[in-house]
């Protein structure tokens, strides 16, 4: 499949996958109402969804990934390693996890180094899934977990040694406010992992959520943003994860739906689906950038 084949936007629902109407309504603390619906939902029903965790730990990430740290990126455990390696973490250090979803990714990167982990994520169920994952992982002690958004993370100044991020900044409505948010809870020298989609303005015109604040290349903005861009690389054999997911996705969309529920299966349906859009500009890249010691720069200029 070439990412082309009778596929529609999310706008234009065809015959295919049923997704509903999203909207680029943006709540008060910055994140868009129709993504974190989808996300709520779709926390809610992983549990009970052996399909659809079946499918993404196939498709989407490999099985190599520690299944008691199982998530709904892409992150597979060579790309968690080479994001490890590149946050120089280490036993005491605090690793804030934006977008932490159900906590997986960033617990995995706690247990691995011995760092104290802060999760932030809008969706409540996300937030009640990560929890009880930490309790599983005998992380409790170690971890927390706040609802909150990249542009209102709720955390204070200079209160991490790293953070990370993963298939989550494209979201952000705001992505200057949000690398400013991150500068911001980041301190003097600690070190910043995105690992996200860039988003081709031109192609992603008129589509709902993705081509609200489209960015095709992020190291211009993290640059201008006070960071420092030490790695910004494609990650390797990320289209045929995206597609192959997506296509395991549609293909089982009536057990998903009976599994999950009409809204849930519709979120991830969703998102496979948005993911896909982001065939307008098929890159994932994974960028490090420490923030510097001294340089403080003015965001608003
Ligand atoms: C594809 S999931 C990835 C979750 C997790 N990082 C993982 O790898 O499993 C995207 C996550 O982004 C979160 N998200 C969406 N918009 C956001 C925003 N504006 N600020 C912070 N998180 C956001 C969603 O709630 C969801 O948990």
Redesign the pocket.
């Known amino acids: 499949m070439t990412g082309d084949e009778g596929l529609t936007t999310p706008t234009e629902p065809s015959d295919g996958p049923t997704i509903g109407r999203l909207s680029d309504e943006v709540t008060e603390d910055?994140?868009?109402q129709a993504?974190?619906d989808g996300?709520d939902a779709v926390y809610d029903a992983l549990a009970r969804s052996a399909t659809f965790n079946r499918i993404w730990r196939t498709h989407a990430y490999g099985g190599e990934f520690p299944a008691e740290f199982a998530?709904?990126?892409f992150?597979t455990l060579d790309e968690g390693r080479w994001m490890l390696d590149a946050l120089h973490l280490g036993e005491g250090d605090t690793l804030v996890d934006?977008?932490?979803?159900?906590g997986?990714?960033g617990l995995w990167a706690a247990q691995q180094s011995g760092a104290a982990l802060v999760g932030v994520?809008?969706?409540a169920a996300?937030i009640a899934a990560a929890r009880q994952r930490a309790g599983h992982v005998g992380l409790e002690e170690r971890s927390r977990f706040d609802q909150g958004?990249?542009e209102q993370t709720g955390l204070p100044d200079r209160s991490a040694d790293a953070a990370m991020?993963?298939?989550?900044f494209q979201?952000?409505?705001d992505k200057w406010a949000a690398l400013g948010e991150l500068f911001r809870v980041l301190r003097p020298g600690g070190r910043l992992a995105l690992v996200c989609f860039e988003v081709d303005p031109a192609k992603a015109e008129g589509l709902p959520v993705l081509g609200v604040d489209p960015v095709p290349d992020y190291a211009p903005l993290l640059d201008s943003a006070g960071f420092t861009v030490e790695t910004y690389e494609e990650t390797p054999g990320w289209e045929e994860r995206v597609y192959g997911a997506f296509e395991a996705v549609v293909d089982a969309a009536d057990t998903l739906r009976e599994e999950m529920g009409e809204r849930a299966a519709a979120g991830a349906i969703a998102?496979a689906m948005l993911t896909v859009t982001m065939k307008a500009q098929p890159r994932r890249v994974l960028a490090v950038a420490p923030r510097p010691a001294r340089q403080r720069r003015d965001l608003g200029s």
Do not use: K, N, Q, R
């Open positions: 910055g994140v868009f993504v974190l996300y998530h709904i990126g992150l934006v977008a932490c979803g159900a997986g990714p994520d809008p969706s996300g958004t990249f991020s993963i298939e989550a979201y952000a409505p998102e």
